[in-house]
């Protein structure tokens, strides 16, 4: 099976979290925004302020962190993608803008 590639270049600004790329925390949620096309990759922790935890990286070094989230790179825009942990089965799921 070939490896799916990102449409976005490497330096593509995303979102994620200092638990993400700090505390090594495995990516377990990933958004590809309705309104912007952006992509967030989150691990599971849970946090109140996402500015006080959000970190601006880019594509390639999110691809770097967990080359398994090229599993979902093709993901349309308005849907998400989450999991239980790092190699488990991605389930996608179109967003519902309650979310």
Not at 13 to 23: E, L
Not at 71 to 80: E, L, Q
């Amino acid at each position: 099976m070939p490896i799916k590639k990102f449409q976005e270049a490497d330096n593509t600004t995303v979102f994620t979290t200092k638990f993400v790329i700090t505390d090594n925390k495995e990516i377990t949620y990933v958004t590809h925004e309705k309104e912007d096309g952006a992509w967030q990759f989150f691990s599971n922790d849970n946090f109140d302020n996402f500015e006080e935890v959000a970190r601006v990286v880019g594509l390639g070094e999110i691809v770097k962190i967990d080359v398994t989230v090229l599993d979902i790179a093709d993901i349309p825009v308005g849907f998400f993608a989450q999991r239980r942990y790092k190699g488990d089965k991605w389930l996608v799921q179109e967003t519902d803008g309650n979310l």
